[in-house]
């Protein structure tokens, strides 16, 4: 076993091994390869499956409303991303024939449902 500086200053340990290491992931790299080499290795990436749950949630609630262009707008208010936007939470009541109180009320509802905590501005914006 030596080492050697390398560019960045750290001292690189070199052993048959791991040069025989580094020669097969700069070969796995040149042709494409590393994918399948993580994948032969047991290491390609796992889907997160908080993240998963997510979007089967996210997906349920959409598919499941009766008036989807409501459902989006909730779901684009409940998360937060409205805070984006210039429309208010009137706004989004009158776009859908709602009270700002009766949006509110669905927004809450949407957050419960899917485990999310309630936005400061759905409060104060409703009033």
């Known amino acids: ?15 048959p091994v791991a040069d025989g290491v580094r020669d097969i992931l700069k070969d796995c790299e040149q ?16 889907p997160d499956a908080t993240a998963v749950r997510a979007v ?16 989006v707008d909730v779901l684009i208010y409940a998360t937060g991303v409205a ?7 009137r706004g989004y009541a009158a ?5 700002a109180e009766g949006f509110r009320q669905q927004v809450l509802a949407m957050q419960r449902r899917l485990g999310l905590p309630p936005r400061p501005m759905q409060q104060s914006d409703a009033n």
């Open 1 to 15: 076993m030596c080492t050697h500086q390398t560019n960045a200053g750290v001292t690189a340990v070199r052993t």
């Open 31 to 46: 042709q494409g390869l590393v994918d399948e080499l993580r994948q032969a290795l047991g290491m390609e990436p796992r």
């Open 56 to 71: 089967r949630d996210l997906v349920y609630e959409l598919a499941g409303a009766k008036n989807r262009d409501l459902a």
């Open 83 to 89: 805070e984006f936007e210039a429309t208010s939470l």
């Open 95 to 99: 776009r859908h024939g709602l009270t």
